[in-house]
């Protein structure tokens, strides 16, 4: 007997061993897979998952690998799932991705899995949309794929990944006019890798024109050059990235207006020490309502073992100060009473939202809810704010 | 095809510790491995014993195979040690290039599976791989 419930407190409380059998169950589909993965989904929703295809030899592996150390200087636990393919007559493979990403093999904070495609044709495992939840609810806060090397139609991971990186290389001429058939109209961000080698630029401009013959859309890929080999660019990868992981979470089908105090609103999160202390993230916000994601941490449990009110009641403030300060005039919460009717758990995904619910010259009241990832509320707030200050500087109107 | 009793492909870990680097012999069992249904790990020569511990969890391998030319065989206890302290005593270990003789019996007694010396046929190293996968499979725990 498979005990479920004691694996999932395992693997969110860090234990690599579950880890990685978690990934096996996933990946082989055994009896407890999909229970395992349903017990696990409450606690995903916080891992960005970037997706990284393009012809075989532009150097995927040797991206990923720099990608990881420029994520682990900022301070980001990094889950790989590194695919190649089998052998459609013996079924083997020899999965040899890892080898370009030795660096991180002794690194606590970085995982890395090698699948197999096994029969799946798309570039990808089809254990691979079960593997990021699993990596997800680990804590990754990035979570990486390498497809199998893809030429023209293997699509298949702009459908599990939130970011899709397309990479080509200079001197692939005849690659970068297959590009434009099948892969380039999955592409959130375009890499020109081996951008130390002749005629880098000139294979970046033919993507640009590319690119250009589309249709405008809301995101315009980035082109960005790389050399994974000297490290070379890939901060502006990391950028272009983030970039694009922005650009989703706000993702308002609402005014410019919208977009300027969504704006407003990211900047103040992100200066606001104690919000970035307990690891709040900015997701939403607009006029007059405000939303903000947070895992609990080890660090936020109480002597009862489950989330310490002081924690949720931060996570509803955080939102509520948000909301209450959206509309360009400083406000300074007066008064807040919260509810907390279940308890919360180590690795749990918690979403707060604020709400607007009055608003005078002087006062203004806010409701706050506090969801997990499967949409239980574990917590509602109400509070009052007073205006206390006039306009803030740089805020929109 | 020689996939497991379940249907599920042997998963094997083929590494080389040490400062030797004759890496032919490893790349020619890996692709008779692979050739036989299995999935197989291939990280190159000169991996340290930590990095050969994390790859084997991380990748929750059946089988890890050691190749050895140049009397890196004689570490193989010491990481035979750090498998088991990190609770990875199910994982099979062999063994394969040149061992002499009257040093087959202390891999053994270190828990080492099998030695392959020269000569050894592709049949021979895929059949005894595979066995060593299935016992491994079924002593491993299951989440």
Same mark, same amino acid.
């Given at each position: 007997?498979?005990?479920?419930?004691?694996?999932?407190?395992?693997?969110?409380?860090?234990?690599?061993?579950? &880890?990685?059998? /978690?990934?096996?169950?996933?990946?082989?589909?055994?009896?407890?897979?999909?229970?395992?993965?349903?017990? &696990?989904?409450?606690?995903?929703?916080?891992?960005?998952?970037?997706?990284?295809?393009?012809?075989?030899?532009?150097?995927?592996?040797?991206?990923?690998?720099?990608?990881?150390?420029?994520?682990?200087?900022?301070?980001?636990?990094?889950?790989?799932?590194?695919?190649? *393919?089998?052998? *459609?007559?013996?079924?083997?493979?020899?999965?040899?991705?890892?080898?370009?990403?030795?660096?991180?093999?002794?690194?606590?904070?970085?995982?890395?899995?090698?699948?197999?495609?096994?029969?799946?044709?798309?570039?990808?495992?089809?254990?691979?949309?079960?593997?990021?939840?699993?990596?997800?609810?680990?804590?990754?806060?990035?979570?990486?794929?390498?497809?199998?090397?893809?030429?023209?139609?293997?699509?298949?991971?702009?459908?599990?990944?939130?970011?899709?990186?397309?990479?080509?290389?200079?001197?692939?001429?005849?690659?970068?006019?297959?590009?434009?058939?099948?892969?380039?109209?999955?592409?959130?961000?375009?890499?020109?890798?081996?951008?130390?080698?002749?005629?880098?630029?000139?294979? /970046?401009?033919?993507?640009?024109?590319?690119?250009?013959?589309?249709?405008?859309?809301?995101?315009? *890929?980035?082109?960005?050059?790389?050399?994974?080999?000297?490290?070379?660019?890939?901060?502006?990868?990391?950028?272009?990235?983030?970039?694009?992981?922005?650009?989703?979470?706000?993702?308002?089908?609402?005014?410019?207006?919208?977009?300027?105090?969504?704006?407003?609103?990211?900047?103040?999160?992100?200066?606001?020490?104690?919000?970035?202390? &307990?690891?709040?993230?900015?997701?939403?916000?607009?006029?007059?309502?405000?939303?903000?994601?947070?895992?609990?941490?080890?660090?936020?449990?109480?002597?009862?073992?489950?989330?310490?009110?002081?924690? &949720?009641?931060?996570?509803?403030?955080?939102?509520?100060?948000?909301?209450?300060?959206?509309?360009?005039?400083?406000?300074?919460?007066?008064?807040?009473?919260?509810?907390?009717?279940?308890?919360?758990?180590?690795?749990?995904?918690?979403?707060?939202?604020?709400?607007?619910?009055?608003?005078?010259?002087?006062?203004?009241?806010?409701?706050?809810?506090?969801?997990?990832?499967?949409?239980?509320?574990?917590?509602?707030?109400?509070?009052?704010?007073?205006?206390?200050?006039? /306009?803030? *500087?740089?805020?929109?109107? | 095809?020689?996939?497991?009793?379940?249907?599920?492909?042997?998963?094997?870990?083929?590494?080389?510790?040490?400062?030797?680097?004759?890496?032919?012999?490893?790349?020619?069992?890996?692709?008779?491995?692979?050739?036989?249904?299995?999935?197989?790990?291939?990280?190159?020569?000169?991996?340290?014993?930590?990095?050969?511990?994390?790859?084997?969890?991380?990748?929750?391998?059946?089988?890890?195979?050691?190749?050895?030319?140049?009397?890196?065989?004689?570490?193989?206890?010491?990481?035979?040690?750090?498998?088991?302290?990190?609770?990875?005593?199910?994982?099979?270990?062999?063994?394969?290039?040149?061992?002499?003789?009257?040093?087959?019996?202390?891999?053994?007694?270190?828990?080492?599976?099998?030695?392959?010396?020269?000569?050894?046929?592709?049949?021979?190293?895929?059949?005894?791989?595979?066995?060593?996968?299935?016992?491994?499979?079924?002593?491993?725990?299951?989440?």
């Amino acid at each position: 007997m498979t005990d479920v419930a004691a694996a999932v407190d395992r693997l969110i409380g860090g234990d690599k061993a579950t &880890l990685a059998r /978690a990934l096996t169950a996933v990946e082989n589909a055994y009896p407890h897979a999909a229970e395992l993965l349903e017990a &696990l989904r409450p606690h995903t929703g916080c891992a960005r998952v970037v997706g990284v295809t393009g012809p075989p030899g532009v150097g995927k592996s040797t991206l990923c690998n720099a990608l990881i150390r420029e994520w682990r200087t900022r301070g980001h636990r990094v889950g790989v799932i590194a695919v190649d *393919p089998s052998s *459609p007559l013996s079924g083997g493979a020899v999965l040899g991705d890892r080898v370009r990403m030795h660096e991180h093999d002794q690194d606590d904070f970085v995982f890395i899995r090698s699948l197999a495609a096994r029969t799946n044709g798309g570039g990808l495992a089809a254990s691979t949309a079960g593997a990021i939840v699993v990596l997800d609810a680990a804590g990754m806060d990035c979570v990486l794929i390498e497809t199998v090397g893809s030429g023209q139609s293997q699509v298949d991971i702009a459908g599990v990944a939130k970011t899709t990186v397309v990479v080509s290389a200079p001197g692939f001429g005849d690659e970068v006019q297959a590009l434009k058939a099948g892969i380039l109209e999955i592409a959130d961000v375009l890499v020109v890798n081996k951008a130390d080698l002749p005629h880098a630029e000139q294979t /970046a401009r033919q993507l640009r024109i590319m690119l250009g013959l589309r249709d405008a859309q809301r995101w315009q *890929p980035p082109v960005v050059m790389t050399s994974g080999h000297t490290g070379q660019g890939v901060d502006q990868l990391a950028e272009a990235l983030q970039e694009h992981h922005d650009s989703i979470v706000t993702d308002t089908p609402a005014a410019t207006q919208t977009h300027t105090v969504a704006d407003l609103l990211r900047k103040l999160a992100s200066e606001d020490p104690y919000v970035r202390h &307990l690891g709040i993230e900015f997701i939403t916000g607009g006029s007059g309502h405000a939303s903000v994601r947070m895992r609990v941490q080890p660090s936020h449990i109480s002597f009862n073992g489950t989330c310490h009110g002081g924690a &949720l009641f931060s996570l509803a403030d955080a939102a509520f100060g948000l909301a209450s300060n959206s509309h360009g005039v400083v406000a300074a919460g007066i008064d807040a009473h919260i509810t907390y009717p279940r308890a919360v758990k180590v690795g749990d995904v918690l979403t707060a939202g604020a709400v607007e619910e009055t608003r005078s010259r002087r006062f203004a009241t806010y409701r706050v809810i506090v969801t997990r990832s499967d949409g239980a509320t574990v917590a509602t707030f109400t509070g009052t704010v007073a205006t206390v200050g006039g /306009a803030r *500087p740089g805020a929109p109107q | 095809m020689h996939a497991n009793g379940d249907g599920i492909p042997a998963k094997v870990l083929v590494t080389k510790i040490g400062l030797d680097g004759h890496d032919r012999g490893s790349r020619v069992v890996a692709a008779y491995l692979r050739d036989a249904g299995m999935e197989v790990i291939y990280t190159g020569p000169w991996q340290q014993i930590p990095a050969v511990v994390a790859l084997t969890q991380e990748e929750d391998v059946d089988v890890v195979g050691i190749s050895s030319l140049a009397t890196d065989h004689l570490i193989v206890p010491k990481l035979m040690r750090a498998l088991r302290d990190a609770g990875l005593a199910h994982v099979r270990v062999v063994v394969g290039g040149i061992v002499p003789d009257d040093e087959v019996s202390m891999l053994h007694e270190n828990g080492v599976s099998k030695v392959f010396h020269p000569g050894s046929s592709r049949e021979e190293i895929v059949a005894a791989v595979q066995q060593l996968a299935e016992q491994a499979r079924c002593e491993r725990p299951e989440i």
